[in-house]
Antibody
Framework: QVQLQQWGAGLLKPSETLSLTCAVF????????WGWIRQSPGKGLEWIGE???????NRNPSLKSRVTLSVDTSKKWFSLKLSSVTAADTAVYYC????????????????WGQGTLVTVSS | IVMTQSPATLSVSPGERATLSCRAS??????LAWYQQKPGQAPRLLFY???TRATGIPARFSASGSGTEFTLTISSLQSEDFAVYYC?????????FGQGTKLEIK
């Protein structure tokens, strides 16, 4: 059974870069898309983007210019960087694995990390 | 694509049936998922592809719909079912979620 464990800085100042990493425990790593979703009281659940083991990505167009997704297949880690954060980026960030293996992303997420609260404040 | 869930809050007694609705602003075919979320927890996938039950989800949960109208039904509510439920579409490359329906004990 696949499990995800995520970590990263929880308090940022405006203009800094958010950095989160998610480790995958279990198999397989290949074949799936690994995503990031955030949840804030004001905007609800918001999809950020996803990446597969080959580095192919799908990203939310509204965040695309600030989002960098990366993957380390040797460690079975995947990471999110969000640049130039503002208070509007304050949220709980989740990593997740999509439901069925595919070459393009299956769209729904069946395995989730525990979530990381990221607060942006001066 | 905007996903609209109704009602925002649903009050139901244990043992009764609950019906939750989700409407898409555009056709999403069957590219829709339902999640359950309890306080302090990550969302839990209930259904994907509109009506395919995820592993381990009890049979009292069912889902239906296609196009723009979708329904999640819980046939006989158990205490552990009181939570917030979200729908999510993945018909295009901007996955979007509904605002949620809070299912509370009447």
């Amino acid at each position: 059974q696949v499990q995800l464990q995520q970590w990263g800085a929880g308090l940022l100042k405006p203009s800094e870069t958010l950095s989160l990493t998610c480790a995958v425990f279990g198999e397989p790593f290949s074949g799936f898309y690994w995503g990031w979703i955030r949840q804030s009281p004001g905007k609800g659940l918001e999809w950020i983007g996803e990446i597969n083991h080959n580095g192919n990505t799908n990203r939310n167009p509204s965040l695309k210019s600030r989002v960098t997704l990366s993957v380390d297949t040797s460690k079975k880690w995947f990471s999110l960087k969000l640049s130039s954060v503002t208070a509007a980026d304050t949220a709980v960030y989740y990593c997740a694995r999509d439901t069925t293996p595919s070459s393009y992303g299956s769209g729904s997420y069946i395995v989730w990390g525990q979530g990381t609260l990221v607060t942006v404040s001066s | 694509i905007v996903m609209t869930q109704s009602p925002a809050t649903l009050s139901v007694s244990p043992g009764e049936r609950a019906t939750l609705s989700c409407r898409a602003s555009e056709i999403v075919s069957s590219n829709l998922a339902w999640y359950q979320q309890k306080p302090g927890q990550a969302p839990r996938l209930l259904f994907y592809d509109a009506s395919t039950r995820a592993t381990g989800i009890p049979a009292r949960f069912s889902a239906s719909g296609s196009g723009t109208e979708f329904t999640l039904t819980i046939s006989s509510l158990q205490s552990e079912d009181f939570a917030v439920y979200y729908c999510q579409q993945y018909n295009n490359w901007l996955y979007t979620f509904g605002q949620g329906t809070k299912l509370e004990i009447k």
